[in-house]
Nanobody
Framework: QVQLVESGGGLVQAGGSRRLSCTAS?????????MGWYRQAPGKQRDMVAT???????NYADSVKGRFTISRDNAKNTVYLQMNDLKPEDTAVYYC???????????WGEGTLVTVSS
């Protein structure tokens, strides 16, 4: 049973920082896994925030470049999202994502809510 379990969400003031973590169970977390974070604000679609390949190549949404950093620890089966200089518009449910193109599958976590107060 594959699971992605997020943690680290909560309430933070604008300008503050927060680190999200996502730990994967099972055997999905390997160099072949593209890990990522997506977010969905109320009434909006789910959008990509950041992704990272097994060899550490990263990609960011324009709205978070320079403020957010994605990283992974393959030994701990964990991906992180360090969020700095948070803004009220960053308020959303953040979802962890794992893609195994070699298996033709992808997985989602249940999400963790980040609320940024102004």
């Amino acid at each position: 049973q594959v699971q992605l379990v997020e943690s680290g969400g909560g309430l933070v003031q604008a300008g503050g920082s927060r680190r999200l973590s996502c730990t994967a169970s099972g055997s999905i977390f390997s160099i072949n896994a593209i890990m990522g974070w997506y977010r969905q604000a109320p009434g909006k679609q789910r959008d990509m925030v950041a992704t990272i390949t097994g060899i550490g190549s990263t990609n960011y949404a324009d709205s978070v470049k320079g403020r957010f950093t994605i990283s992974r620890d393959n030994a701990k089966n964990t991906v992180y999202l360090q969020m700095n200089d948070l803004k009220p518009e960053d308020t959303a449910v953040y979802y962890c994502y794992c893609q195994r193109a070699d298996w033709g599958v992808h997985y989602w976590g249940e999400g963790t809510l980040v609320t940024v107060s102004s």
